[in-house]
């Protein structure tokens, strides 16, 4: 944070007269008065910068019908994110917030989406990777909401992460076509075949970021609040392909979750034992789920925003 030093009137006089003329072997202390008929200065008080939220939005497939229900009943206190970031399924709902929508446009639009629109099947065989969806109908629904609109362009500073297939790390996008990094972000490998971007293949932001916390505190998060929509890879149901694949998924991110949740002010954990990453006709039911996890969690949450909304304003007076 940028430091700011304001020198009173009063201080630029006593500087002034200090070099004319033979100098005082100390000092004037600070607090000494000021000569008769001169006024004396307070130094303008720095206004505080106002707390930077950041809400981070993880993976979970159809799961992540939960953010919109949390978006909602965050919306409802007149809390509002300053920075968004998301993975996989919360990559889908970051980016068509980001564009200014309310929780209750994005409700609508859960509530028409048809599942058929963003999955184009393909044969896995003859290809570089295998994958039985394309991924290219997901970009294309992403870019169509979002009017064509660059990550850069949104209204709400954005970051979308996925993970770089040869190299294993994290990569946040901040710039370019935001339906090829949403669709990078959630191309689940053997499900989705990863997407190539500049010479780099991309696959799920969830192997390396389940919840994009530490993403959106690098964006210039101050508080950040985390949307956890993770399965208990024990209460899912791992039969056929794409479930094993999810369930997989699932396991090898739970070390990485617990950790990264460590590191927001609050986490909101919708419930939904029993619904899979792949049953988007639960979408309703995921909803209101995430706007009761939100509700349950709002003192809590308001109590942690004053905090450090009183922590950031104290810093700055001490300035």
Known sequence: MQRRSFLGAGAAA??????????????PSVS?????GQATSTPPAVPPRPLRIGLALGGGAARGFA?????????????RADLIAGT??????????????????????????????????????????????????????????????????????LGIVATDLKTGQPILFRRGNTGQAVRASSSVPGVFRPVTIQGHDYVDGGLVEPVPVDSVRSMGADFVIAVNISADPSSQNSDGQSGVLLQTTAIMGQTINRQALARAD??????????????????????????????????????????????????????
């Open 266 to 319: 609050i986490v909101i954990r919708p419930n939904l034992p029993d619904m899979s990453g792949s049953d988007f006709a639960a979408r309703n039911r995921a909803i209101l789920a995430g706007e009761q996890a939100a509700a349950a969690a709002m003192p809590t949450l308001r109590a942690k925003l004053e905090q450090a909304r009183n922590h950031a304003s104290g810093t700055v007076a001490a300035q």
């Open 88 to 157: 996989s399924a919360g990559a889908v709902v970051a980016a068509l917030y980001a564009t200014g929508m309310s929780g209750f446009e994005l409700n609508k639009l859960a509530l028409h989406m048809d599942e058929a629109t963003i999955a184009d099947w393909a044969l896995p065989f003859g290809t570089r990777f295998g994958g039985w969806i394309k991924g290219e109908a997901l970009q294309n629904y992403v870019n169509r909401l979002v009017g064509n609109r660059p990550i850069e362009a949104m209204k709400v500073p």
């Open 14 to 27: 006593l500087l002034a007269a200090c070099s004319f003329g033979p100098k005082p072997s100390t000092m």
């Open 32 to 36: 000494s008065p000021a000569p008769a």
């Open 67 to 79: 953010h919109i229900g949390v978006i909602k009943a965050l919306e409802a206190q007149g809390i």
